[in-house]
């Protein structure tokens, strides 16, 4: 397994020529320390742990490994199928240019009043939000912003050398770049 900063594997998954809508993942607070975990997977892709922690208000850091090389019967289960109470995400290129932006904001108008005008489902708006933003990568999701959901906690135990190494990694990174007291 080799460790790698956070941003590269989010590269690796946004350059994956994988189905967009077959990503899942399930996140929360770390078991110790100060941060949050985030697994995500395709059953053809892979599976991926990322450790991040918002360094300030405007820069996260954080390390992760691809953990397994596809999602089999045994980690299915471990990944919500559908988006219940934990709801979506998805992951985002940004922009080539100004007039690339101007035409996705022209279709998610006409995307939006399409839904607006007629019965929907707030799954597919979601799904076709991301259709035309050309999201690399969405589906569902279980987070807890304030706490660890059992998944979290599932995943953690069937990867735990991955989360024994990726914990020290993300400490060690803390610890370079965390000013402690006054000085």
Not at 19 to 48: K, M, N, Q, T
Not at 118 to 126: N, S
């Amino acid at each position: 397994m080799r460790v790698r900063d956070w941003q590269d594997i989010l590269e690796d998954v946004v350059e994956s020529d994988a189905d967009p809508g077959g990503w899942r993942a399930a996140g929360g607070d770390r078991a110790s320390g100060i941060g949050e975990d985030l697994y995500f997977g395709h059953p053809a892709v892979g599976v991926f742990h990322l450790k991040t922690y918002a360094k300030n208000p405007f820069e996260v850091q954080g390390v992760g490994a691809e953990v397994a090389r596809k999602i089999d019967d045994d980690l299915d289960p471990l990944f919500p199928e559908e988006p219940g109470d934990g709801g979506m995400f998805g992951v985002q290129q940004p922009m080539e240019d100004e007039s690339a932006a101007e035409d996705a904001a022209t279709e998610l108008e006409e995307v939006v009043q399409a839904h607006a005008d007629a019965p929907t489902t707030p799954d597919a708006l979601f799904e076709d939000v991301m259709d035309t933003l050309d999201s690399p990568a969405y589906g569902p999701m279980e987070y807890d912003q304030y706490g660890r959901p059992d998944r979290v906690e599932d995943l953690a135990d069937t990867f735990e050398e991955a989360e024994q190494l990726l914990d020290s990694e993300l400490d060690d990174l803390i610890d370079e770049n965390v000013d402690r007291g006054f000085q």
